[in-house]
Every structure is written in structure tokens, then in C-alpha cells.
T-cell receptor
Framework: DAKTTQPPSMDCAEGRAANLPCNHS???????VYWYRQIHSQGPQYIIH???NNETNEMASLIITEDRKSSTLILPHATLRDTAVYYC??????????FGTGTSLTVIP | SAVISQKPSRDICQRGTSLTIQCQVD?????MFWYRQQPGQSLTLIAT?????????ESGFVIDKFPISRPNLTFSTLTVSNMSPEDSSIYLC??????????FGPGTRLTVT
């Protein structure tokens, strides 16, 4: 499975959009991009995933570049409860997830 | 999504002893996974547990130290054997969803003294 690179930390003002980038330049054609978040030692929470089209659900939007080498998770109106570590994971047909170090997002009042 | 519970939620154990962690899912699932999260670190996959077959362990993890049972499609256990302080971690189980995403339990916080 391809390796991902994320900034270690980011801040975002409450009510503004949080844009979390992820680089996955070695992604192959059958690998999906998954996003999770972990709020202070709770179990990770599934957010969204995609292959090559942009995706949106009630939690977030996922924008994948045309060459699929990077993606951005967008939380449209960040709240204090969105403060968490966000993980971007690339996974192919193997079932296993391999977590990187993620981005620690702090939403500031 | 699946609802997953783990028991115990936390425990403090003495070195040299063993602890068995239970993971219960509210629906039948084929794939279950066990992870470890050491203090301040990301998650590390320990093993994959399929019902009816032996667990598959990741590099650095062995069955003698982390035996796993998977007796049916809704339940699994992970035992941490002959514990040392280095085993102090959060242990999490997860299950695979229909789109190959995973849903995680709340975790078991283990402290070894």
C-alpha cells in the first residue's frame, strides 16, 4: 500500500473551513484514499473515502487531484469538537490499514 | 456502520501476568483486526482475525505473546501474555465494513506496573 505524508499539525478558526492535505504520490490505480480521525485516545472514527472522484457526506468533503497523487479533506465549518488527529490512509485490495502519524488539528475559538 | 464494544475498558496489571481483551460486534463480520496504540503514537496493526482460521500476525508480533481467538462472526479476544511495562498501550479492535472501511471499538487502556 502507498505511503502518505501529512503535515504534523494545523490550526483552524472555529466556523471556518478546515482543509487537511495529504500527499500519496505513489498511489496505484486500484488504491482508495480513506480518512479517519481520533479524538483524544478514543477509537478512530471513519470519515470518508474515495477512489478518484470527489466525495461528500454529512461529515466532510474529499477532494482528490486528477493525478490522484494528493487529496484534501475539507471540514466545511469547523467546530471545537473537530479538534482531533486526522489520518489519511491509502489502501488497496489488502484488508489491512496502516496508519501514519496523521495531522493534529486544533480548532481555535 | 457496526457497533463495537470492548471489555475491559481499562485495567492495571502486574508484570508477568496476562490479560484477555474481548471485542463484541453487533452484527456478523468476516474480518476483525487488532491494533495497539502506544502512548503518544499512532496505531499499529497487530493481527487480522478471520473466523474459522488462524490469525495472521504483522511483523514484530507473535502468537505466543498475543494469542487471538475468533470463535464466531461477532466476537474475538486478544490476550496480552507475560506482560511488561512496555505493553502499556491502548488496544483496539476493528471490523471491516462493506466498502472495506473499518469501524473501531472504544479501546482498552492497559497499564502494566
Amino acid at each position: 500500500d502507498a505511503k502518505t505524508t501529512q503535515p504534523p499539525s494545523m490550526d483552524c478558526a472555529e466556523g471556518r473551513a478546515a482543509n487537511l492535505p495529504c500527499n500519496h504520490s505513489t498511489i496505484s490505480g486500484n488504491e482508495y484514499v480513506y480518512w479517519y480521525r481520533q479524538i483524544h485516545s478514543q477509537g478512530p472514527q471513519y470519515i470518508i473515502h474515495g477512489l478518484k472522484n470527489n466525495e461528500t457526506n454529512e461529515m466532510a468533503s474529499l477532494i482528490i487531484t486528477e493525478d490522484r497523487k494528493s487529496s484534501t479533506l475539507i471540514l466545511p465549518h469547523a467546530t471545537l469538537r473537530d479538534t482531533a488527529v486526522y489520518y489519511c490512509i491509502v489502501k488497496g485490495r489488502s484488508n489491512q490499514f496502516y496508519f501514519g502519524t496523521g495531522t493534529s488539528l486544533t480548532v481555535i475559538p | 456502520s457496526a457497533v463495537i464494544s470492548q471489555k475491559p475498558s481499562r485495567d492495571i496489571c502486574q508484570r508477568g501476568t496476562s490479560l484477555t481483551i474481548q471485542c463484541q460486534v453487533d452484527s456478523q463480520v468476516t474480518m476483525m483486526f487488532w491494533y495497539r496504540q502506544q502512548p503518544g503514537q499512532s496505531l499499529t496493526l497487530i493481527a487480522t482475525a478471520n473466523q474459522g482460521s488462524e490469525a495472521t500476525y504483522e511483523s514484530g508480533f507473535v502468537i505466543d505473546k498475543f494469542p487471538i481467538s475468533r470463535p464466531n462472526l461477532t466476537f474475538s479476544t486478544l490476550t496480552v501474555s507475560n506482560m511488561s511495562p512496555e505493553d502499556s498501550s491502548i488496544y483496539l479492535c476493528s471490523v471491516e465494513g462493506q466498502a472495506y472501511e473499518q469501524y473501531f471499538g472504544p479501546g482498552t487502556r492497559l497499564t502494566v506496573t
